[in-house]
């Protein structure tokens, strides 16, 4: 029986080949999912799995609404790991998510259109089919995959910069997302909160379910961040 990791692992070492030999260059993009699929003869979630791993190996980087760009190598060194991220603990992880993330979604729901607000749902979607056919792998790549979506769709240069150790970050905890499918359907109605406040364009909503998402995944994980008060001092 061939394994879902079988063939991820099989797809990723095809594509490394194609960028090795120059069928895709430094500054180009990859053939859309469905085509590449398609081309590859595998279901579009291990397709996704295959670029999450070449994004972690620096070769390639996913932006949402356009597709997935091909890296040269001072990009690719600039997109790896960090090696504070690395050694990052889940704590650090959820402090830092907590920190930037409820901020961009408010910036987001300022400026959305609606077919990046297409692009979020659709991704839900993906993780909605994930767990009504228990797939759990791809649920946590579509996890993944919203929230760095949401990442990029600030215009802000800076937290471009910034965001992508938030991406990094996320990446980090993969592996305790993995171990706790159970939790999935919560962070799907989690997350649909936030789209919903995105689409209705409330800042102040947007940022209050994410920040609310965030505290629940600690809570998922055994860790109750300590928060500083937000109150200001009369």
Excluded: C
Aim: proline fraction near 4%.
């Amino acid at each position: 029986m061939i394994t879902s990791s079988t063939v991820v692992n099989s797809v990723v070492e095809k594509l490394r080949q194609a960028l090795a030999r120059g069928q895709w260059r430094s500054g180009d993009m990859l053939p859309g999912q469905r085509e590449l699929a398609e081309q590859l003869g595998i279901s579009r979630p291990s397709l996704r799995e295959a670029v999450t791993v070449l994004e972690t190996l620096g070769l390639v980087r996913s932006m949402p609404g356009k597709g997935v760009l091909v890296l040269d190598a001072e990009m690719a060194e600039s997109a790896a790991p960090q090696s504070a991220v690395a050694e990052a603990s889940l704590e650090d992880v959820l402090q830092l998510r907590y920190t930037l993330e409820p901020f961009i979604v408010g910036l987001v729901a300022q400026s959305v259109s609606s077919k990046e607000i297409g692009q979020l749902r659709l991704t839900l979607m993906d993780m909605r089919e994930a767990l009504e056919a228990q797939d759990s792998e791809a649920g946590v790549n579509a996890y993944i995959a919203f929230h760095e979506e949401l990442f990029t769709l600030t215009a802000n240069p800076i937290f471009q910069s910034v965001v992508q150790q938030t991406s990094n970050a996320l990446k980090q905890s993969a592996a305790v997302l993995r171990n706790s499918p159970e939790h999935l359907a919560a962070r799907l109605e989690e997350n649909e909160a936030v789209v919903r406040a995105i689409r209705n364009k409330n800042s102040a909503q947007a940022s209050a379910q994410m920040r609310h998402h965030i505290l629940q995944e600690g809570r998922r994980m055994g860790i109750e961040l300590n928060i500083p008060d937000e109150h200001p001092v009369n």
